[in-house]
């Protein structure tokens, strides 16, 4: 059974950073890609930042580019957000995604980040 977990994060200042993970356990084989989404309350849920195909091609949104980096680590098949600079209007529920070759994809149960002073 295919299984995100993510974790992480929490109340952080304005300024502050947080790193979020992704365990993803259960895969036959390693996902396509790898995407961190985030949904704020009231808004759509929006794509944030992927990681893509063997290379790891990295891609943001541009709210967050030169704040976030995604990255993975294959050994323990988790991938991580790292969130600098964080703002207020970064507050949101942050979710894991990941795509399959055959184009299926799974999502995490998703995990609060709050930006507040």
């Known amino acids: 059974q295919v299984q995100l977990v993510e974790s992480g994060g929490g109340l952080v200042q304005p300024g502050g950073s947080l790193r979020l993970s992704c365990a993803a356990s259960?895969?036959?084989?390693?996902?396509?890609?790898m995407r961190w989404y985030r949904q704020a309350p009231e808004k759509e849920r929006d794509l944030v930042a992927a990681i893509t195909g063997p290379a790891g091609n990295t891609n943001y949104a541009d709210p967050v580019k030169g704040r976030f980096t995604i990255s993975r680590d294959n050994a323990k098949n988790t991938v991580y957000l790292q969130m600098n600079s964080l703002q207020p209007e970064d507050t949101a529920v942050y979710y894991c995604?990941?795509?399959?070759?055959?184009?299926?994809?799974?999502w995490g149960q998703g995990i609060q980040v709050t930006v507040a002073s």
């Open positions: 995604n990941a795509v399959q070759w055959t184009g299926v994809e799974h």
């Open positions: 259960g895969f036959t084989y390693r996902p396509y890609a």
